[in-house]
């Protein structure tokens, strides 16, 4: 099965602080898709961050950026600077051929102040 | 542009009885989807619709009918509720950029049902 794992089911950071949140994902694919998505408590999914997987360059979005390993397929979010705003579940998502997504388990991240 | 819209915010049935949650979405999307979100789970797809007239099973589809009404529209109905169908339901579109070939999902505020 290609699965999509998050090996941290919560996950909790000091104001200011960085944190790195971890998605790792099984595929036969050469070519897709993944994204970070952020679930507020208002259940709304916010894409965070895109990365294609042909594009060796890590994506990055102000505070947040990947960290893309292909060989090891393994998908980090890390999250600087980390404010209020970002307490939230956070879900690794898969996208293949066909447009089939498949997301992680979900991390549940708290902002200490 | 409301982008996607769900319909109920929260429903409340009891086992055996039916309902439709509604989706539509004024983007012009072409791919539409339904998942359903459980503590632990993550998001699992119960369908898809890669474009109006077509629709295709997810990981989770039994218990589930789906209908791509146009364009805009993508029903997901329950025939006959179960306590185990208690969920969050998300709905979501997409469609590619043309520039960049990124495809980027959209999805609606979600509609919580309780079985009982």
């Known amino acids: 099965a290609q699965t999509v794992t998050q090996s941290q089911p919560e996950m909790s950071v000091q104001e200011a602080e960085t944190v790195t949140l971890s998605c790792t994902y099984d595929?036969?694919?050469?070519?897709?898709?993944l994204f970070w998505y952020k679930q507020p408590p208002s259940r709304q999914m916010i894409l965070v961050i895109r990365?294609?997987?042909?594009?060796?360059q890590n994506a990055t979005e102000n505070r947040f950026s990947v960290n893309f390993q292909k060989a090891a397929k393994s998908f980090s979010l890390k999250i600087s600077d980390s404010q209020l705003g970002d307490a939230a579940m956070y879900f690794c998502?898969?996208?293949?051929?066909?447009?089939?997504?498949?997301f992680g388990e979900g991390t549940q991240l708290t902002v200490n102040p | 542009n409301a982008g996607v819209t769900q319909t109920p915010k929260f429903q409340v049935l009891k086992t055996g009885q039916s309902m439709t949650l509604q989706c539509a979405q004024d983007?012009?999307?072409?791919?539409m989807y339904w998942y359903r979100q459980d503590p632990g789970m993550g998001l699992r797809l119960i369908y898809y619709?890669?474009?109006?007239?077509?629709?295709d099973k997810g990981e989770v589809p039994n218990g589930y009918n789906v209908s791509r009404l146009n364009k805009r529209e993508f029903s997901l109905r329950l025939e006959s509720a179960a306590p185990s169908q208690t969920s969050v339901y998300f709905c979501?579109?997409?469609?590619?950029?043309?520039?960049?070939?990124?495809?980027?999902?959209?999805f609606g505020p979600g509609t919580r049902l309780l079985v009982l």
């Open positions: 998502d898969r996208e293949t051929s066909g447009s089939r997504l498949t």
């Open positions: 595929t036969s694919e050469s070519d897709y898709y």
């Open positions: 990365q294609e997987a042909y594009k060796q």
């Open positions: 983007m012009n999307h072409n791919s």
């Open positions: 619709s890669a474009s109006e007239g077509t629709t």
């Open positions: 979501a579109s997409m469609i590619p950029d043309t520039n960049t070939l990124q495809e980027t999902q959209y």
